[in-house]
Structures are given as C-alpha cells and as structure tokens.
C-alpha cells in the first residue's frame, strides 16, 4: 500500500501518496494547472508556493516542482508578484556612475533582514547580491545572482519593497555586455563571415555527392 | 539514509570498482555501419507501432507518431463556434505566437524592422523548452573551427536529411548569433583572456559548445525577455492561439485566440504571422517521459498543418539519452548532455562501460536502450530498468569544485532529492526530448502559405532527422531573427483582403470524406493526474 499524507492545497484538504511534488499532488487531488505551472523542472519560476506544516508558525516559500509533500502542509500559492522592473537602453547605459542605483533608488533602503536569503529556494545569498548591487560591485552581483529562476519570492518578503530578480538581471546584463572581456576570436569570426570569406566552402558541401560527404564525415578529424 | 534503494546500492559499488580503472581508458566510437544497425533495432523511431499514416492535409500517405497524428487529423475548437471576424480585437503588422526564444528574438527584429508587433503566448513570456536547455550553444567562432565544419558535423548527424540551404543559415550565422546576444548582455563562460569556455557535444567535431554554466537557455532567455520589455513590445500571455486566420486570396493574416481567463475568443489580424509555438514532447509518444515544458503540445503543427503548410521530418524525434529515471520526483527531468562533455561516463549495472559517451544522441539513446534490454545489463529504478551516469569522475579529471562551477543546475536538481552527484552516480533512462521534424521553411523562414513564418522548434528540415546538442539554442535565435526580419519586410508590402476560417471548414469536409475523427486540437496543455483514475 502507498503511504499517503494529508496536505490543505489551497485551504482544502486532500490525501495524497507521499512520493510526489507539491505541483504533482494539485493535479492529483484534480486541479488543471494554467498558472503557477512552467518547465517543471526548477528553472522557471512559475510555481513558487508558500506554505507551513499545520499548527507551526514558521511559513517556507518553495518550487512547487522542487519539493515534496509532507504531512500536514498547508500550501497557498504566488502564482505572479509584481516587481517593478525599470526599462532602459543597453545600449546607452553604462556599467558605472552607479546606474544600477539610479534605475533601482531602492536598494538603498535595505534593512538588512535578511528575508530575501532566507527565503530563495535556489538557496542564493540575495541580500549579498544587492549589497554588491549597492557599492556599485556589478560582477559579483552578476556571478552571486546567476543562478536566480525569478520565482520572485525574495520581493515578496522584503519590507525595502526591492525587485531583486529585476536588480539581478541587469547586473548580469551589464556584466555580460561590458564588464567581461571582449571576444576576440568571436570578433574576427564575425568580420570574416560578414566579408563572405566561407561562402565558397559551403556551396561546395552544399553540392557535394552523397558518398563523397559520407567519407568526409566518417574521416573527419576529432578534437581530442 | 542513502535516497537509493539496496539493490541500486549494489549495483553502485561495482560502479565505484570499476571507476578508477575507467578514468583514462580509451573508448572506440561506433562505426558507421554498427550505428545504423543499432537505430534500425533499438530507436523508438524505427519502431512500427508508435505512427499511423495521414489520411488527410498536405503530408497524406506519410507516416507521424500516432499521439500527433490524432491532432493532425483532429476536430478544431472552432468547430460550431459563431465568430465575427469583422470584430477585431487587435490590428498589428506582425502576429508572433509563442513567447520562447524564437518567439523572443522575431519579435525584436520585427519591431526592429519597424513593423508594429504583438506577441501572444499560452502560459508566461518565456515559457519555454528555451528556459530549459542547459548544456549550450553552438557556433563555429574559434580559430580551429569554421562553418563548414559545423555544416558537416551537423550534416552527419542529421543523417544527410538537413535542407542544405537552411543548414548553411545556421553554422553561417551562427557566430552573428553569438555577437547579438554578447551584446544584449548574456553573459557566457569566458576565459580571464575573453576567450569563449567550449566543449564537446555528441558527434562534434570541434569544441564549439557555448554555455552559461548549466543556465545556457534561462540565461538567454530571461536576457530576451527583458529586452522585449525594455523595447515596448506588446505580449499578451494565457491566451494561446488555437486557429490561423487567411484572407480570401490564401494569405496568412492573423489568428483566433483562446483568452484563458475570459474563456472569450480574440481575432487577431496581422499582415504577416511567426509561428513559434515550439515542440511536442507533453505528447509523450510511446509511454515516453518527457524532459519538455509544459505546455509542448505541437499547436503550432496543428494549425499550420491545418491551414495547408507542409510538415517535414514529422516521424523523428528525439530521445535524450540521459532523463532522469530516479527519483520518481524529477523523472524524466533532462540530465544535461554536459554533464558527459565534461567527463561523466555511462556505465551498466555491472560497471562496464559500453560505449563513448559523446555518440550522437539517437545513437546513444539506442545503444542504452540496447544495454537494458536484450542485454539485460539495466538497473532497476521505478517501474523500468536505468543506468548509471558516473558523475563522480568529473571531479576526479577536472579538480573538486569542477560541479558547483559547470553545472550547478544538476547538483542543486538532485541535492534537492538527497542526491550529492559529485559523490554518486545518477540513473538515467532516454527521455522525449526534442522534435527534429516540422513546418518547412524556405531560407527566409517562410512557409507555403504566403505571410506565414516559423521559428523554432516548430521548424522541421534544419537538422535532418537527429538534432545534434547546442544547435537548437541556435536555431531559435538564427531562424528567429530571420523571420522577424522577413516578416517585418513582407508586412510592409502587404494588403489583406477579408479574414476567413473558411480553411478550417474545408479541411473538416476533408476529414469527414476520409472517415477521420482525432482529438479536440490544438491540445494546448496535457492532462495529468499521478495514478488518481486508478484508485
């Protein structure tokens, strides 16, 4: 026999079999997932959820795809949170005079609580992150942000009202676009195909006989 | 406690035995004629049962999985349904269906082309199997590589079935691609000297694997989807598109919408339209797990087949030879293909390995399939057999930390579930991947029906029939732009007459001559209940 648990899935309480996810168990007691419901995987976050083990004080915040059931979970979900994301320009931006700061005034209110870190189900350090955000740090803020799926429960939590994933993203952005070093075989790769330099080398595998690039195939060279 | 069974942990210490002996051995590759003979046997695709042949549309006589086939050949939820197409709810010049990377990249070119775009999507703006591609990107941008080189490998791999002109786009824009996304900020794996971090993938040739650690599609795709916001682009999410609209000349000029949450039908009408709506693996062809976001249902396929696009290539699939067959929570979760670019070795129950890790991917999902059955040499996990994954060897060639740097994903994925991968081989069984067939397209993304392009993994013809790894981030950021650039241009020059669903009508006589009644399609999400109709 299946070991079952009692869980409250949105207030009502169902029996389900031990083994599956939050998400699992929702389409087990009959829910049809439209919201709260992406790749399934861990790396979307769509189906960020919050719940407490009945009769506890404590609420955790997790991926519903990620995390198993438990006896007595009371789950309710954050199917969308509004952050506020500013726009801008990448290309006219800079990775400097404390733009991250300007777009984002409120990091600075950050009070330290630490209520973002605890909550992250990827386990990040988030306040770390905008305390790099905030000293104009945009690498480290980048590399200490990277994994974040933007399930956006780090801003539910916090009482300076931040958007982290939103912080985040252009740190990472900025980092990728001006911060990290330049390419250089990918620039000159890109001038010699703009300059038509291969165009003669694929007509001619595109018009080459069957058997003749089966060969060329099979005897390729590997990198080792 | 250890998250494994006993007999799982038996198995493991032979693998543990073997592991130091295996470290360096040399491993042959297949030869040509030992791969064919393996996919002949052992591919799902060349299984008889798992297709039925089309009765009805422009690819009648040929062959598709029989999950597909029921939609192809299904009834439209327009069916019966009164609708003013003179009430228009949105007017654009260009329609882009789908919010993943392809979807994403159209409709930047779009809107830069200086057309008026609308994007409409069936869950979130990047919902997507792009979110959840790990391992990487291909492009031929180092000094020892070149597009034909990439042209060939990708050739090969395809079986000689890619299109060539739509090959020679891909490795030929490819580092373009790269270049674009540098600049819209995705930040890849670098050297400190700016040189890019490349490995293998099955069946290349040359180190040309592209990553942003174990994040390659989420980090591209998170990258897009704030440039679409940053640029004003118009999305409209829940509200899938469930019917292509035509004008009375056979042009492509918009869709019908399903609003999720209104439950109302929306006419859209569009000068020209971007089918992106991706791939199919929540059909689950065969029984098989998927690795796909939820809502891969092929829609796409369905309303340009509907409309009179033909398919190309419909019958291959791919199977991922590395799902996740244990824990029950993640099964059939994609195992990221760099996990073996970067040392990891599949071994049987016994320890063994038997064959190269890095064999393209139909042929390696044939040779496990091989090993668990007639073989006998699997592992039981769940309610199949599995084999192990020896991912403890990573660190062992590449120095402890190696993991937490180059595939961080993994190791947070299976920590979840009390498994440490740096320590413990995984169990992996072949998962439903990747769709390598689809609409065809010419060289400007453009299909039969005049108006109508198509990104993404809704394109067929691009890989042949097995899509090598890496090529498919790539393909939705080349074809994407192509056709948002296409489509941008053709718009300008268009002039619609009236929208009609008369199509739709005229391909339902033609499935009641034939005798044909499959499902209400698009399917638009799959249904799961974990075992609840059982009890």
New interface residues.
């Given amino acids: 026999m299946e070991e079952m648990v009692t869980v409250y899935l949105l207030g009502k309480k169902y029996s389900v079999p031990a083994t599956l996810t939050i998400m699992d168990a929702m389409e087990y007691a009959g829910f049809k997932l439209i919201r709260g419901c992406g790749c399934r995987s861990g790396f979307c976050g769509a189906c960020a959820v919050i719940y407490r083990i009945k009769g506890t004080t404590e609420l955790k915040v997790v991926l519903s795809c990620q995390t198993k059931v438990e006896e007595g979970m009371c789950v309710g979900k954050i199917d969308s949170f509004p952050i506020n994301k500013r726009t801008f320009n990448i290309d006219e931006i800079k990775a400097s005079d404390n733009i991250v700061g300007q777009l984002y005034p409120e990091i600075f209110s950050c009070i330290g609580c630490n209520a973002c870190t605890k909550g992250c189900p990827q386990g990040l350090n988030v306040m770390q992150y905008i305390a790099y955000a905030q000293r104009g740090e945009y690498e480290k803020a980048a590399h200490a942000s990277f994994d974040c799926v933007g399930c956006n429960i780090c801003a539910s939590r916090c009482p300076a009202q931040i958007s982290h994933s939103a912080v985040g993203l252009l740190c990472r952005r900025l980092t990728g676009k001006y911060i990290a070093p330049k390419c250089e075989h990918l620039e000159k790769r890109v001038a010699e195909i703009e300059n038509g330099d291969y165009v003669t080398l694929l007509e001619k595998l595109k018009k080459m006989p069957l058997e003749e690039i089966k060969e060329l195939y099979n005897k390729r060279e590997i990198e080792k | 406690m250890s998250a494994f069974t006993e007999d799982m942990l038996k198995s493991m210490a032979k693998v543990e035995a073997t592991r130091a002996q295996r470290l360096h051995a040399t491993i042959e590759r297949f030869t040509?004629e030992e791969k064919d003979a393996l996919l002949k046997e052992f591919h799902p695709d060349y299984s008889a049962k798992g297709f039925k042949v089309l009765e009805v549309g422009p690819n009648k006589g040929q062959k598709v999985p029989t999950e597909l086939a029921a939609l192809l050949e299904g009834k439209s939820r327009l069916e019966g349904v009164k609708l003013d197409l003179e009430r228009i709810d949105y007017d654009v010049d260009v329609l882009v269906i789908g919010g993943g990377g392809a979807g994403a990249s159209a409709a930047l070119e779009a809107q830069r082309g200086g057309a008026s775009v609308l994007v409409v999507t069936k869950?979130?703006m990047?919902?997507a199997n792009t979110?959840?591609a790990?391992g990487g990107i291909q492009a031929?941008?180092?000094?020892?590589d070149?597009?034909?080189?990439h042209?060939?490998?990708a050739?090969?791999g395809g079986h000689?079935k890619n299109i060539?002109?739509l090959l020679?786009e891909l490795?030929?824009?490819g580092?373009?691609a790269?270049?674009w996304l540098?600049?819209?900020?995705?930040?890849?794996d670098?050297e400190?000297?700016?040189?890019?971090v490349t490995t293998?993938g099955g069946g290349t040739?040359?180190?040309r694997m592209h990553a942003?650690?174990d994040?390659t599609?989420?980090?591209i795709m998170?990258?897009l989807r704030?440039?679409v916001?940053?640029r004003?682009i118009p999305v409209l999410e829940?509200a899938p598109a469930i019917e292509l609209l035509l004008d009375e000349e056979g042009k492509c000029a918009g869709a019908v919408l399903l609003d999720?949450d209104s439950n109302e039908y929306k006419v859209v009408r569009a000068k020209t339209v971007i089918m992106a709506t991706g791939g199919a693996g929540r059909l689950h062809y065969q029984g098989f797990p998927t690795?796909n976001?939820?809502g891969a249902t092929a829609d796409g396929l369905v309303m340009a087949y509907r409309a009179g696009a033909p398919l190309i290539y419909a019958d291959a699939i791919q199977y991922h030879p590395t799902g996740v067959a244990y824990p029950?929570?993640?099964y059939g979760?994609?195992v990221t293909e760099k996990v073996r670019s970067i040392g990891a070795q599949l071994v049987n129950a016994e320890g063994e390995i038997f064959m190269h890790p890095l064999e393209t991917r139909d042929v390696a999902a044939a040779s496990i399939i091989r090993e668990c059955t007639v073989r006998g040499k699997g592992v039981k996990a769940l309610d199949g057999v599995a084999l192990w994954l020896d991912t403890p060897l990573i660190e062992m060639l590449h120095g402890e930390g190696t993991i937490a740097k180059r595939i961080?994903?993994m190791l947070?994925?299976y920590a979840?579930?009390g498994i440490d991968l740096r320590k413990e081989p995984i169990l992996i069984y072949p998962t439903l991947h990747y769709q390598n067939g689809g609409i065809l397209i010419d060289k400007n993304a453009e299909t039969k029906i005049p108006g109508l392009f198509v990104a993404g993994e809704a394109v067929g013809g691009i890989h042949g029939t097995n899509r090598l790894m890496g090529n498919s981030l790539l393909d939705i950021i080349v074809f994407g732009r192509i056709a948002g650039t296409k489509a941008a241009e053709a718009a300008k020059a268009t002039r619609l007459g009236k929208l009609s669903l008369e199509h739709v009508k005229a391909y339902a006589a033609e499935e009641k001559e034939a005798g044909v009644s499959g499902e209400l399609s698009p399917k638009l999400?799959p249904?799961?209940?974990?075992?609840?109709d059982a009890r």
């Avoid at chain 2, 070149?146 to 080189?149: C, D, F, N, V």
């Avoid at chain 2, 400190?192 to 890019?196: I, K, Q, S, V």
């Fill in positions: 040509a869950l979130r990047g919902d979110m959840m790990e031929a941008d180092k000094a020892n070149s597009p034909a080189t042209y060939l490998d050739f090969g000689y060539p002109e020679e490795v030929t824009k580092p373009l790269i270049d540098s600049k819209l900020g995705v930040m890849f670098k400190e000297d700016g040189t890019m293998h040739s040359r180190k942003c650690a994040y599609g989420a980090e998170r990258v704030d440039e916001v940053n004003g829940f999720y690795s976001h939820y029950a929570q993640i979760a994609l961080p994903g947070r994925m979840k579930f999400l249904v799961y209940t974990h075992g609840r």
